[in-house]
């Protein structure tokens, strides 16, 4: 598996943001600035709270076929291998992992199999989105905690997938839940959120690696990042938490996050958080953004250093000058 250093890019972007032209401009900058490979698109529908059975996937809020037809052309323009990603969110502002229901139906609450029956939909419409535009890679989920026990929803949700989407399919589980989703088998790759406190990468890495050794299965993070305020090295998963502006707090855990990258090559892929499609601040006023994105940070130039090691193990390995096992230089 060619190392899929991604950038996720769009997240929660509103039906018809491709009309504009800004959005080209930010791809553009991310994949030059940052040198990744790859860029993945969330599809997100929305559901009105935790509880609810029902989500929309054709409201206003959700980018249109024509925007991932858009996004996914340009893509390939500027060289980047595409993910597609389906996900939801909830109207109310609680998580997406705590959506979850009585495991034994009960008459007039909230059921499994309503909710599951409006989450294939949605989930079956971007694979429909994912094979129309050869997307490289499909990840069926992200973060659903609640919901990752149903294992044979899941697994039947998978063969559907299949019948519409050719190519390899992950499904992004949320961190400290990599050993605990039952369902890896009937996938290609194990991919998870990788936000864990920079004194605690090297012990999830291994724990991590054991998981991917006894399943058998390649695995990457399919999300991956820190923002730049006070602290947030040690609380990467928190995007409220800390106070100010502070770039060497993200600066320190992707210094951190990378090497532990180095010297771990079962990781087979990044998906750094988050770069905005058509909300991208100038590159100048990088220093007083406390958020995830890395354009004009210094972890941005983390990235860029890592991309082009990627690319130099790449090509020693094409001119038959590395024969390796899949580290990096």
């Known amino acids: 598996m060619e190392f899929l250093n991604a950038y996720t890019f769009g997240f929660c972007e509103k039906r018809g943001f491709t009309d504009s032209a800004s959005w080209k401009e930010s791809l553009r900058a991310m994949a030059f600035s940052t040198g990744c490979n790859s860029v993945i698109l969330p599809v997100c529908a929305w559901q009105d709270h935790a509880y609810s059975v029902k989500m929309d996937s054709e409201h206003p809020d959700v980018m249109s076929a024509e925007d991932v037809r858009r996004v996914c052309a340009f893509s390939r323009e500027l060289g980047l291998k595409v993910i597609l990603k389906a996900m939801v969110n909830c109207r109310d502002g609680y998580w997406r992992a705590y959506i979850r229901f009585f495991d034994q139906e009960v008459p007039v609450e909230p059921s499994w199999a309503e909710w599951f029956e409006s989450w294939n939909a949605h989930v079956l419409n971007v694979a429909g989105m994912a094979e129309e535009n050869r997307a490289d890679l499909y990840c069926i989920g992200c973060e659903m905690v609640g919901t990752d026990h149903r294992e044979t929803e899941w697994r039947s949700l998978i063969r559907e997938v299949r019948g519409i989407y050719h190519g390899p399919l992950t499904y992004n589980c949320d961190k400290y839940q990599e050993d605990h989703v039952r369902w890896w088998d009937d996938l290609d790759i194990i991919s998870s959120s990788g936000y864990y406190p920079i004194e605690d990468l090297a012990r999830q890495f291994e724990r991590i690696r054991l998981v991917a050794e006894r399943v058998g299965k390649p695995f990457m993070f399919m999300e991956c990042g820190c923002p730049s305020r006070e602290g947030s090295e040690h609380r990467p998963n928190d995007w409220r938490f800390g106070k100010g502006t502070h770039q060497e707090a993200q ?28 909300r991208l601040y100038p590159e100048y006023a990088g220093v007083d953004n406390n958020g995830y994105c890395t354009y004009g940070k210094p972890a941005n130039q983390l990235i860029a250093d890592f991309s082009a090691g990627l690319a130099m193990k790449k090509n020693r390995l094409a001119q038959g000058r590395d024969l390796g096992g899949g580290g990096f230089p």
């Open 251 to 278: 600066q320190k855990w992707y210094e951190a996050f990378i090497t532990e990258i180095r010297r771990n090559p079962f990781v087979r892929g990044t998906g750094w958080w988050d770069w905005p499609a058509s």
